[in-house]
């Protein structure tokens, strides 16, 4: 795959491999960027008040945290809701939390506590319902 992305950036301009290698980095596949990289250092294009391992840098740092603010999806968390507490969330929650997605591990666990807190609210109201109707 990087042979085709290294033969489709040798036909670009050297104004449309600086542009993919910073404003339109991330609209890329990581290794179309690479290959965007690599043959400016083959061309030897000189970037205008722009470091490439600066820009490298920076856009590690965002992918990071873009990474750690993505949030859990819908459907994770109405399982997570309708079947709270099951360990295997727990170990889940701890798997993200390594990979980086801090905040999707946060939800697992909020919408863990959120359906543990609506059984116990239903319980209870079970309780007075048919407390209050001798049931």
Partial sequence: MTNDFSKIMQKRTDEELLKIVTDLRFDYQLEAVQAAENEIEVRNIQLPNIDLEEIRLTNHVDSILKKSNERLEPHWRA????????????????????????RKSKEILLWS???????????????????????
């Fill in 79 to 102: 399982v997570v809701f309708i079947f709270p507490a099951i360990l295997i969330y727990l170990l889940f929650a701890f798997s993200l939390s390594k990979e980086g997605y801090k």
């Fill in 113 to 135: 506590a959120y359906g543990i807190g609506s059984y116990i609210t239903l319980g209870v109201l079970m309780e007075i319902i048919s407390t209050f109707f001798n049931v």
